[in-house]
């Protein structure tokens, strides 16, 4: 679920970038892998990050908000009627930077630049795609994020929220992006698409306000988290809970969790590719060499320096906190319960891969089961790349002809 922050100078070697990289549920974007699998010409536009604004917000768990924002971005024109709207929804340690640049001299564009732009699958030139940051985003010190969670000061203390800050869910991300649209006078979509969590969202919008949604592109993502992936989500955080600088959350303004934070989007980014992936790129190759692995405990392979060099990286504009909540947003996702995906009435075209170990090809079948149960058409896209989960966003070209087709029905 996690990818378009550029990992500092010292990690952009070729074979580090095609591989740690996190889609929805990853950690660390790669220049190169973006730059490798998107067509020559790119989103010719420097884009703007702008902020929405809500004077209250009451969470599904009940509790208030005060001031909250979020940072989004849009890219070609809404049309008059307004009917022409794409909304993206990002994956776990994503945000709301999909395509284009902030400025000429950024190293990578969105991460879905790929696929955005005219004559693109997400033409420009016919829709207005809008994408924004979630509550409790991943990035909450990217200075190119506008997210509300718990590292937030609260309005009437000044203090950041830590663990105060309430429990929110993925139906609460997208509470906000609706409020977000009708901010703009839309209340319709032509399609809703996200990959890894950002699927997770395009379910949700498409059971929970089916009178907005035209069309659903789930990419990466099953439409509820089975108990094997909560387990999974528990593990990615126990390395956070585990730091003493943690402190229960209450950490702000003194030594923060790095450590624990780092360990964490280590063990999301080696989940989120393809078991083959580290043979493949590392094989049993030595970090440094004439430092056998065999002869010390100080001597380490090179898949364990590179892992926890890019995690200690992305640790740097990342929060634990945050981080804590996607992981609880993630762990409760079941739209609607047993009987919600049979509500969904839209088309949906299910972009998966069969490489996937975050949502495994079964989990994705019987998503595609229940919502076909209920009478919607469902439309299923295999995508490859050796990348695992990661083949979303890395790879998601692969399925740029479906993508045309179907937004075009």
């Not at 190169?32 to 009451?58: G, Q």
């Not at 991943?138 to 997210?147: E, F, G, I, R, S």
């Not at 937030?152 to 991300?173: E, S």
Request: charged share 20%.
């Amino acid at each position: 679920m996690t990818l378009p922050n550029p990992c500092p100078a010292s990690f952009r070697g070729p074979r580090l970038a095609a591989a740690l990289w996190l889609a929805a549920l990853a950690t660390v974007a790669m220049p190169a892998v973006l730059a490798t699998s998107r067509p020559a010409y790119a989103l010719d536009a420097i884009v703007e990050k702008k902020t929405f604004t809500m004077p209250t917000y009451t969470t599904v768990s009940g509790g208030v908000l005060r001031e909250v924002k979020v940072g989004w971005e849009a890219y070609g024109t809404l049309n008059a009627d307004k009917s022409n709207v794409i909304l993206i929804t990002h994956f776990f340690s994503g945000t709301s930077h999909a395509a284009g640049k902030y400025k000429p001299e950024d190293k990578a564009p969105g991460y879905w630049d790929a696929i955005i732009g005219p004559g693109k699958p997400l033409d420009t030139d016919k829709y207005y795609i809008i994408s924004s940051d979630t509550l409790v985003n991943l990035n909450a010190h990217d200075p190119n994020v506008v997210t509300t969670g718990p590292a937030t000061p609260r309005p009437d203390t000044g203090k950041p929220y830590g663990m105060d800050f309430p429990v929110v869910g993925i139906r609460d991300f997208v509470n906000v992006q609706k409020a977000l649209l009708e901010s703009q006078g839309i209340h319709k979509l032509h399609a809703v698409m996200g990959a890894s969590m950002g699927a997770l969202q395009a379910y949700e919008w498409a059971t929970g306000y089916p009178e907005m949604v035209g069309r659903v592109i789930p990419v990466i993502g099953a439409g509820d988290t089975d108990g094997w992936l909560v387990g999974w989500l528990d593990i990615w955080a126990s390395p956070i809970r585990l730091d003493p600088n943690w402190n229960n959350g209450d950490y702000y303004g003194k030594t923060p969790p790095k450590a624990g934070l780092a360990q964490s989007l280590k063990v999301i980014s080696l989940f989120s590719n393809y078991w083959t992936w580290a043979d493949d790129t590392y094989n049993r190759k030595w970090a440094k060499p004439g430092e056998d692995p065999e002869k010390s405990f100080a001597n380490r392979y090179a898949i364990e320096a590179a892992l926890d060099s890019a995690g200690a990286a992305r640790a740097e504009t990342a929060d634990a906190n945050h981080l804590l909540y996607l992981v609880k947003a993630n762990q409760t996702f079941a739209p609607g319960g047993d009987v919600g995906l049979a509500r969904i009435k839209a088309p949906v075209l299910m972009i998966s891969s069969s490489e996937d170990l975050v949502f495994p090809p079964p989990t994705i079948q019987r998503t595609a089961d229940k919502i076909r149960s209920g009478g919607a058409k469902v439309e299923q896209v295999n995508i490859g790349g050796g990348r695992g989960h990661l083949n979303g966003v890395a790879n998601v070209s692969e399925a740029a002809d479906a993508i045309t087709r179907f937004l075009a029905q």
